[in-house]
Structures are given as C-alpha cells and as structure tokens.
C-alpha cells in the first residue's frame, strides 16, 4: 500500500531543504527524498579541488546564514557538505535518504510515486533534483579514438588521474578555466577550446563582484523582468574562481601562464579536431557584456543613497586573441592524451512520467510552477530571480513556490508569478 503525504520532494540538495523549511513553516506534512546522501552531487560529482564561486557571506538559507570566521572566504566541497547536512539537521528535515524515485505518474488527485524502497501518493510534487544531473557532451565525442582518455567534470577528481601528456579542456565557463589552470599546474601542457562565455573580474572597484550583483539588484531580476529568457536560462556560468588570493581567473591570465586557446571545437573529421576561427568574436562579445554589467554597477552607484564607499571606476584590459591560434589539431599523433568535457550539464527526467517535457527535453515552467496541477520546480538557472541556482537564491523561490502551492492545496486559482487570485 502505498504511503500518503500531502507533498513529496524530489531532491535533498540546498533547493529541495530551503523548500522543505518552507513547507514546515505552514505546516505542510511532506518528504524529501534523496538517491544517495544529503548534499549527495556535492560528496560525490566535484573535482578535489572545488570551491564555491560565492563569498561565504552569501551562503545563506531560511533561517540560516553563515556565521564562521572568514565571510570573505570561500567554502571547500566538504564545508558546503557540512553547511547543508547541519542545516537538514537543525531543519529537522523528514528526508529518506538512499531512496531512489524510479517513477512518477498522475493520479486523479496528485501524483504516485515509486521508489526503489515503497510508494507514495501526494498531492502535490517539488521537482528540487537540480540541473545538473547529466553531463552534455557535442555528438562527435563518438569519432574521438579510444587511446584518448575522456572525462567530465562529475568524474574528475584531480590532474593525478590523468595520464602524462597533452589535455584538451573543452568549455570555457568557471568549471573549464579552472580545470585548464589546475591541470597546467600539474606540469601539463593544456588547449583551452573557447565559445560562448561569460567574463568577470573577481573584485570590482575593491569589493568582490557578486557584491556588485547582489548590491546592485541585478541578482534579483525575476525572470519575468528578463528580455531573453530562453537565452539567459543557456548562459555559461562566469569565468570565476573562488581562490584564498580573490584573483580573477580568465582567459587572459590563462594564456600568461602558457595555456593555448583555440576556438569552439565544431567537428571531428579524418581524425582531426575541428576549430572556429571566431575567438576574436568571441572575446569582443564577452568584453562587450563585461562592460556593459561595470556600466549598470558604477550608475547604481552614482545614484544610491547613502553613497557606497568603494575605489574608482575601472576598466580591464580586452581580452587578448593570440596572434596566430591552431585551427584543427590530429586526435592520433599522440599529443593530446586526454580531454575534459567542460560542455555543459542537464537534468534527468528520465523517471518523470508526466507528460511536462517539450521535444527538446526541457520543462515547461512558468517560473518553477510546471504544466501540470500541484508540480513545481526548484533550482533550476533563472528559475524566479537571476540568482535562482545560487545557494543564496533558493530562499526567495522556495518562498515564493511555497505561497502558490499552499494557495494549489487550498483549492484557490493561481497564476505563475507565485501569486494567486484568492482574497
């Protein structure tokens, strides 16, 4: 016989706790459920080496902030594993952990849930499992020969696993120039292949620049608000890395210290990689972009009250186009011994067997409120706000998703925007 819960929760990460806080709040009975542990892709699908891209100051969920020593730090894997396991704890969280969803299936009345340890029935559904379940490797990866060894980020680990000899890191987002650094610094030659990305400075006219985005408002910038939603739910995450130093990380400093860009890998063929010829494209866009973001930070703060104490405006040297960059390069000469696809990630809805999925795979949500009476999503880019996949950003959503599945269960009409008709 299956169990009865008016809410299940598919996901015991940040997102799915901040949701479950919110659900105990107006007493809402509910369980979340985990696969593996709580925090499970922090213990097992990060590099060694991995840090928040986020100040410590800003790791923060309802009814919790961060209260250690260093707020201008950033937290390693295992102390983000012991900020949200305490605070699953401290929640008193009903999560069963080690319990996999193997299906889900509207009912008449809500949804019925199978799992690998029993079956549940509820009223009302949170998808919290994140986006970044599968990695998304370019079809050609198959033409790749098998003496070359193939990685992604969720089985990386460290430079020792790697065999001596050339790397290629594919992708040129946060997680791709901090693995094309930490490899070169393993004594290895590395080729950083460049598309679409997105530059920062790691400080700003002396403060760190997510303060900017935070002080700004530009991290709370609904979706609603947002010219190109579609686009910005695509973008790469910055080129940042959160290092003890506070140094900005991007490509120009990679190429300081010997690392070779090459443009978007776009074919294999003959044994040949295939580059772009558009790195200088490439890099005007994302100094463009970078510019522009400065230009809104310096206006807000020409224009608030009281004036923000902070350094003078400034402006980075452009991105720097190598004078002459390889366009193909033989995948069976032996140079290149390994490759880390830094190429992306998506979520699996493999066991969601609720028709919420257009031909492309990817949810239909209204800012998190999903094509389907009493489900909802959670954590997913841009969800609500800009800050939506950020630890600091499930507060806002959770609260607002809560509010319109609170008002679902009352049986008032709702609309997507996290309010509803009802008095």
């Known amino acids: 016989m299956s169990q009865q819960v008016t809410t299940v929760i598919v996901g015991a990460g940040h997102a799915g706790l901040a949701a479950s806080r919110c659900l105990s709040e107006r ?38 902030e961060y209260q250690g020593a260093d707020p201008d730090g950033f937290m390693t894997s295992a102390e983000v594993v012991e900020f949200i396991a305490d605070y699953a704890t401290a929640s008193s969280a009903p999560v069963r952990t080690h319990t996999r969803v193997t299906s889900v299936r509207p009912t008449d009345d809500g949804y019925h849930v199978e799992t690998d340890t029993g079956d549940l029935r509820c009223r009302s559904l949170i998808l919290a499992s994140g986006a970044c379940n599968l990695p998304t490797v370019p079809a050609f990866h198959d033409a790749v020969p098998a003496a070359i060894t ?74 609603n608000e947002i010219d190109d939603l579609t686009r910005a739910r695509k973008l790469p995450s910055p080129q940042l890395a959160g290092t003890p130093s506070h140094a900005t990380l991007d490509l120009n400093v990679l190429t300081d210290t010997g690392v070779e860009l090459v443009g978007r890998w776009a074919a294999v063929r003959d044994g040949r990689a295939l580059f772009s010829g558009g790195l200088l494209n490439q890099f005007a866009l994302a100094d463009l972009k970078m510019n522009r973001l400065l230009d809104t930070f310096d206006e807000w703060a020409d224009h608030t009250e009281p004036p923000v104490e902070c350094a003078p405006p400034e402006r980075f040297e452009a991105t720097r186009v190598p004078e002459s960059h390889r366009l193909d390069l033989d995948l069976n000469s032996g140079e290149l011994r390994s490759i880390i696809w830094a190429t992306g990630f998506r979520p699996d809805y493999s066991w969601l067997d609720v028709p919420v999925l257009d031909r492309k795979g990817h949810l239909r949500h209204d800012g998190g409120v999903v094509d389907a009476p009493g489900l909802y999503a959670i954590g997913l880019p841009v969800l609500r706000r800009r800050k939506s996949t950020f630890i600091h950003g499930a507060e806002d959503d959770a609260r607002d998703l809560i509010e319109h599945l609170a008002s679902y269960l009352n049986g008032a009409p709702a609309n997507g925007n996290g309010r509803t008709s009802a008095p």
Do not use: F, K
Request: proline letters at 6%; charged letters at 25%.
């Open 150 to 223: 193939c990685v992604t980020p969720m089985d990386y680990r460290s430079p020792a696993q790697l065999p001596e000899g050339g790397v290629l890191v594919v992708g040129a987002s946060a997680t791709g120039v901090q693995l094309a650094d930490e490899i070169h610094r393993s004594g290895r030659p590395v080729t950083l292949s460049v598309g679409e990305h997105v530059r920062l400075p790691r400080t700003y006219r002396g403060r760190d620049v997510l303060w900017w985005m935070d002080a700004s408002g530009v991290w709370d910038e609904r979706y």
């Open 27 to 64: 007493s809402i009975d509910h369980v979340v459920l985990e696969r593996g542990e709580v925090a499970n892709s922090w213990r097992r699908e990060r590099w060694d080496s991995m840090r928040l891209l986020t100040p410590n100051w800003q790791t923060r969920l309802p009814g919790r």
